[in-house]
């Protein structure tokens, strides 16, 4: 019985969000803009609006800040 090794087939999209992992995208509350991924010095990661100036950390989104994928699942 063999037993069938699947990658993820190296295909990468590119996605225009940062993607949270969990079928989510992390948008701006505010303005819906893509958040930018950032290294805070504690260790953590944050996701910021650059145009807007604010932003949330990554374990801690606000409402709204999470936006469902088109295709997920
Ligand atoms: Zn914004």
Do not use: I
């Not at 958040?35 to 374990?59: N, S, T, V």
Request: aromatic share 6%.
């Amino acid at each position: 019985m063999k037993r069938s090794l699947r990658d993820k087939s190296g295909r990468e999209e590119g996605p225009a969000y940062p993607v949270s992992g969990r079928g989510y995208a992390h948008v701006c509350p505010s303005c819906g803009e893509a958040l930018a991924l950032f290294d805070l010095r504690d260790g953590d990661q944050a996701y910021w609006c650059l145009p807007c100036g604010k932003g949330h950390r990554a374990g801690d989104p606000p409402p709204g800040a999470l936006r469902p994928l088109p295709h997920a699942g």
